[in-house]
């Protein structure tokens, strides 16, 4: 079975850090680009990060430009997101996404059932 | 960035209903559009990529058309599992979802 599995998330004060994980299982994981997205509460999807496959190709969002890092683990089927000085906007529910772009247009076919970060004191 | 708008913001439609989402982007983006379902407590759901193709596994109630800045997700006959929030996604450029659909039962 295709299956993304988050962990990580908790509770953490604000500027404090963070490291999520996703595990990825029953596809050839250096195939694809990976991403993560979050949804705060109440709120709508928000675009987060990305790497490619090889981690030859990293993007960010601007509002975690400088304080998030992805990166990814190949040979552990894994992709990680490191997140520092951490605040209270940055609180939600992350979800690691599978890239599909085989048809040419880039889409998230697959996503973990996410994992909760919150930050307060 | 690409700037993606859906109307409405949230729509009341009954079983067996034909409804019309709408996403426009704030510049050109091709066909490079695609639609999610979500469904509170549970993971996103790719229904339509590429504007008009519709992802294995996904009922063929739901199409999208369109291209360039106006697009459109229907839903031809709405059953009871189709009440959900719709996302918008363009990537064409750095990656933007739209601010969701709230589909509710009337």
């Known amino acids: 079975e295709v299956q993304l599995v988050e962990s990580g998330g908790g509770l953490v004060q604000p500027g404090r850090s963070l490291r999520l994980s996703c595990e990825a299982s029953?596809?050839?994981?250096?195939?694809?680009?990976m991403h993560w997205v979050r949804q705060a509460p109440g709120k709508g999807l928000e675009w987060v990060s990305g790497i490619s496959w090889n981690s030859g190709s990293r993007g960010y969002a601007d509002s975690v430009k400088g304080r998030f890092t992805i990166s990814r683990d190949n040979a552990k089927n894994s992709l990680y997101l490191q997140m520092n000085s951490l605040r209270a906007e940055d609180m939600a529910l992350y979800y690691c996404?599978?890239?599909?772009?085989?048809?040419?247009?880039?889409?998230?076919?697959?996503w973990g059932q996410g994992t909760m970060v919150t930050v307060s004191s | 960035d690409i700037q993606m708008t859906q109307s409405p913001s949230s729509l009341s439609a009954s079983v067996g209903d034909r409804v019309t989402i709408t996403c426009r982007a704030s510049q050109s983006i091709s066909t490079y559009l695609n639609w999610y379902q979500k469904n509170p407590g549970k993971a996103p759901k790719l229904l339509i990529y590429?504007?008009?193709n519709l992802q294995s596994g996904v009922p063929s109630r739901f199409s999208g058309s369109g291209s360039g800045t106006d697009f459109t997700l229907t839903i031809s006959t709405l059953q009871p599992e189709d009440f959900a929030t719709y996302y918008c996604?363009?990537?064409?450029?750095?990656?933007?979802f739209g601010q969701g659909t709230r589909l509710e039962i009337k």
């Open positions: 590429g504007a008009s």
């Open positions: 996604q363009q990537s064409y450029s750095v990656l933007t």
């Open positions: 996404a599978r890239v599909n772009d085989t048809s040419g247009v880039y889409n998230f076919d697959i």
């Open positions: 029953g596809f050839t994981f250096d195939d694809h680009a």
